[in-house]
């Protein structure tokens, strides 16, 4: 089945202490991104990636990392998350193209006390 | 870069009237245009698309959108509201080929 995962689905940390939220595509897309959902801003851009090895900043990157070492995989890095990095987080992917259709992941959802 | 406005953040309408969730775009071209829909405690489902082919587009569900580019909007429509479009529904622009920009998100309610 054409899918994307993201793992955890659910998080609760501290202040500080680092964590990987990965992402995996198993549809041989070339484009992959990670966006945080805010209760009335929509979904925001954090990092996006062309292809491997190539990566960009979205609308809002501070206080995240990101890879694309292989083309499956897309791994979220936040180094010391703050609290302000609380929020509900996707993962998607798509042909290179920008007109074509992404694909979601199921989301994550950290809390950061 | 490119911008999304979806001029209503709450929309609600009674079982069997039509829905109207609208979406204006910033662009000194014609981009690609999308709406998702996402229900309560789920993913992003793509709707409907517009790549720069017939300018009313139909989606899943019984949605479609109309591009209008004199009036940059891609306002989704769909004639008889059911219970189960109660949903969150977002706008989403192509950013020069780049990336993708979404717009803050309308959120229906369908009243019995």
């Known amino acids: 089945e054409a899918q994307v995962t993201q793992n955890p689905r659910y998080l609760i940390t501290v202040t500080g202490k680092k964590l990987t939220v990965t992402c995996s595509q198993n549809m041989n897309h070339e484009y992959m991104s990670w966006y945080r959902q805010d209760p009335g801003l929509g979904l925001r851009q954090i990092y996006y990636?062309?292809?491997?090895?190539?990566?960009d900043k979205g609308d809002v990157p501070e206080g995240y990392k990101v890879s694309r070492k292989e083309k499956r995989n897309f791994p979220l890095i936040l180094e010391s998350p703050s609290p302000n990095q609380t929020s509900l987080y996707f993962c998607a992917s798509a042909v290179a193209q920008s007109y074509n259709e992404q694909f979601f992941g199921p989301g994550t959802r950290l809390t950061v006390l | 870069a490119q911008s999304v406005t979806q001029l209503d953040s709450h929309v609600s309408v009674s079982e069997g009237t039509p829905v109207l969730l609208r979406c204006n775009y910033s662009?000194?071209?014609?981009?690609?245009l999308f709406w998702y829909v996402q229900h309560p405690n789920k993913g992003l489902q793509l709707l409907l698309k517009?790549?720069?082919?017939?300018?009313l587009v139909k989606g899943i569900n019984g949605f479609e959108a109309e591009f209008k580019k004199s009036e940059t909007s891609f306002h989704l429509t769909k004639p008889s509201a059911h219970m189960s479009d109660a949903a969150e529904y977002f706008c989403?622009?192509?950013?020069?080929?780049?990336?993708?920009?979404f717009g803050p998100g309308t959120r229906l309610s369908v009243l019995p």
């Open positions: 989403v622009v192509d950013n020069y080929g780049q990336n993708f920009v």
């Open positions: 990636s062309m292809n491997v090895e190539v990566t």
């Open positions: 662009s000194s071209y014609s981009p690609s």
């Open positions: 517009y790549t720069s082919a017939a300018t």
